[in-house]
């Protein structure tokens, strides 16, 4: 079955940077399009990042252009989040997420917090 593992959350100062990670397992990776959404408390889950099947196109939400990278090693079943220069708006669950066989799949989540 389809799995989605995030990893790499915690507390950063303002300014610091974090690189997610998200181990995919239980479907073809390299076939699909790969997502990273955040969810703040008292807010909707709001598109982040999302990459191609073969790393080629990214897009990113305006709030992130600019610090922050999405990335994809289809050798490893990984798509990564590098995030620079973080806010304290940025502070959310992160989640991944995949689109296959008619349904979304998502991660548990993983807690960012930016404060000093």
């Known amino acids: 079955q389809v799995q989605l593992v995030e990893s790499g959350g915690g507390l950063v100062q303002p300014g610091g940077s974090l690189r997610l990670s998200c181990a995919a397992s239980g479907f073809t990776f390299s076939n699909y399009i790969m997502s990273w959404y955040r969810q703040a408390p008292g807010k909707e889950r709001e598109l982040v990042a999302a990459?191609?099947?073969?790393?080629?196109?990214?897009n990113y939400a305006d709030s992130v252009k600019g610090r922050f990278t999405i990335s994809k090693d289809n050798a490893k079943n990984t798509v990564y989040l590098r995030m620079n220069s973080l806010k304290p708006e940025d502070s959310a669950v992160y989640y991944c997420?995949?689109?296959?066989?008619?349904?979304?799949?998502w991660g548990q989540g993983t807690q960012v917090t930016v404060s000093s």
């Open positions: 997420k995949t689109f296959r066989s008619g349904r979304d799949y």
């Open positions: 990459i191609t099947s073969t790393g080629g196109t990214t």
